[in-house]
C-alpha cells in the first residue's frame, strides 16, 4: 500500500469545532466483557468447540441488552437471526505426523513444533504421503508481471518442495520495486501459499525469521500446528499445495550448508528480480501423517440499529471473537488460549459501543455491529459475509475494525493498519483532533497489519475500511513506556496462553477508542457522506462499479 502523510490533515484536524459530548464509556463493563470472553470457561473461543456456542451466545444477549435488534439471517417468517451461519472445511492432523530430512548423507527426524510447523493439509486428501521429495529455494516466491518480478523463472516444482523467504523483496533493503518498508500482499504467508498451488508444488515451506514475520516462532507455532479451518471451496487443490508449513531460520541454514549453499548470500540475491531458484542438491524430504476432514458451520453474530431517514445505507462496526481455544501446553503447562487482549478487547469495545449507539437518539443511517468468526485462520468469517452480505456492498458507508486494543492507559495519539489513500482515514484525522489525540501513520508497515485485519476483506471488494491500532505515546510514561508495553505483549502474550485478563490493566485508553470510533461512527451515520478513495488507490475502481447506487 502507498502510504500518506497525514500532516495536513492532522492541521484541518486541529482546527475543527468540539464535537457534541459522546456517551461515557464504562471501563467497569469494558473490563467485565473482557474478563468472561477471555475466562477459561470459554476454552480460548475457537471456532466449532462449545467455546464458540458459549460466546456466540454471551454476545447476543449483550447486543439485546445494549437495545439492538437481531440482524443476522433471514428467518422463513421474515424476521432476522442473531447470528449468520458460516459453513467452514476443517483440517486436523489426526496421528502420528512423520517428517525426516536426508542432507549431508544423514537423515534426521524432525518434530513438530520444534523445527517446523505443519498445517493440516487443506486439499481434501485424507492423507498426505511425500517420499524422497527435491527441495528448492525459490527467494520470496513472488509472481508480479506488473512489477517484472518472477522469482520461479520456469522452474518446476511438481514434485517438489520449496522454500521461501516471509514479507517483500524490499523487506531487507526498505526500497525497491515492492514499495520500500511496507508489506504488500506479496509479502503474507497467506499469498505464498496460493502461488504454491498455482507453482503446481507438492510442498511450501515458508522460512520463519522473527523481524520480516513481525512475530516469533511460538507464534508461528501456536497458530499453524492444530486444526485449521477454510472457506468451502469447489477446488481445494487449486487453493493449496499438499505440504503447508514454516520452517525454522536455525534449520534452514544448516540445510543449505549440507547443501554447499550460504543462506545469507541467496537471500541477498532473492531481494533482485534476476534471481533464479537454486536446488538444495542431496536434500529431499520425506513426510507422511493422516488428515481428519470435517464440514462445520461457526457463526456471525450481527447485531443492527435501524436508521431513521436513511435507514437502508449501512455502517459496520466490526471485531472478531474468536481466538486458538486448546491447544500444546506452554511451560506452565497451560493449554488454554484465552485471548484477552486478542480479541476479547474488540469484542468488549463493540459492545460498548452498542451501548453508546443504544442510549443516543437514533442516527439517520441503519449501523451494523458484526462480531465475525474466524479471522484466526486467515479472515474467514469477514471473506464469507462480504461474499454473501447481509446489507448491500454498495451501499454500506464503511467498515470500522477494532483488534486488539490498548489496556495500559490513556494515550496522545493512535493509529490504524495500514496507510490507506482514502477520505475515511481523513475523517479519522479530523475526529482524532477533536479529541486531542494525533493520528500516526503505521509504526509497522512492514508487518502487513493492513492485510492481516478484518477490515481487509470490505477493501478488497471496495468498500472503504480502517482498522484502529494502538497509540504508543501514553499520558503516563510516553513513547518509551507504551513502546515498551507493545513489544513485551508481542513477545510473550501474543498467541500465546499468558493472553490472559489481568484485573490491574487501566482500560481508560480503550474508554478513549471507543469514545473516538463513536464520534467517527456517528458523523458518518447522521450524514449523506460516502467515503471514498482516492485517486490512484488500487480499490478505487472496484467501488466505482456501484457508484450509481449511492445517492
Known sequence: MKHLLLGAAAVLALSAPAL????????????????????DEFEGRAPATPGEAKTVDYIAKQFQAAGLKPGGDLKTDGSRAWTQAVPLARFEISGPLKFNVAAGGATQAWTQGQQIAIRAAQTGADRVTITNAPVVFVGY?????????????????????????????????QAGDFGGKAMTYYGRWTYKFEEAARQGAIGF????????????????????????????????????APLEGWIQRDATVEL????????????????????????????????????????????NVVGVLPGTTRADEH???????DHLGVSAPDAKGDRIYNGAVDNASGIAALIELAHAYGQAP??????????VTAEEEGLLGTEYYADHPLYPLATTVADLNMDALNVYGR?????????????????????????????NP?????????????????????VPALSLENGVDLEKGGVAAGQAARDAYTRDRYHQPDDEFDPTWDLSGMSQQVSLFYDLGRSLADSGEWPAWKAGAEFKAERDKTAAQRK
Open 141 to 173: 516466491g513472488v509472481t508480479a508481471p506488473e512489477r517484472n518480478w518472477n522469482d520461479f523463472k520456469g522452474q518446476d516444482l511438481k514434485g517438489k518442495i520449496a522454500l521461501v523467504l516471509v514479507n517483500d523483496p524490499d523487506f531487507e533493503t
Open 315 to 321: 455502517l459496520i462496526y466490526s471485531a472478531h471473537w
Open 442 to 462: 503505521d509504526s509497522k508497515p512492514e508487518a502487513g497489519h493492513f492485510f492481516r485485519s478484518d477490515h481487509f476483506p470490505f477493501v478488497k471488494r471496495g
Open 411 to 439: 494515550t496522545r495519539d493512535v493509529s490504524v493498519s495500514g496507510d490507506a489513500p482514502a477520505t475515511l482515514q481523513d475523517d479519522l484525522v479530523r475526529v482524532a483532533g477533536q479529541h486531542e489525540l494525533r493520528v
Open 362 to 371: 437514533r442516527p439517520q443511517r441503519s449501523v451494523v455491529f458484526l462480531a
Open 205 to 240: 515451506l515458508v522460512i520463519h525469521e522473527t523481524a520480516p514475520a513481525s512475530y516469533g516462532w511460538a507464534t508461528v507455532k501456536n497458530s499453524n500446528t492444530d486444526a485449521v479451518l477454510d472457506i468451502i471451496r469447489k477446488d481445494p487443490k487449486a487453493a493449496h
Open 256 to 299: 543449505f550448508k549440507k547443501a554447499g549453499l550460504d543462506f545469507e548470500a541467496l537471500k541477498k540475491q532473492a531481494q533482485s528480480r534476476d534471481f533464479r531458484p537454486v536446488e538444495l542438491k542431496g536434500v529431499r524430504i520425506s513426510a507422511d501423517y493422516p488428515i481428519a476432514v470435517s464440514k462445520v458451520v461457526s457463526k
Open 20 to 39: 457534541a459530548q459522546a456517551p461515557q464509556a464504562s471501563t467497569a463493563r469494558l473490563s467485565e466483557n473482557i474478563r468472561v470472553l477471555s475466562a
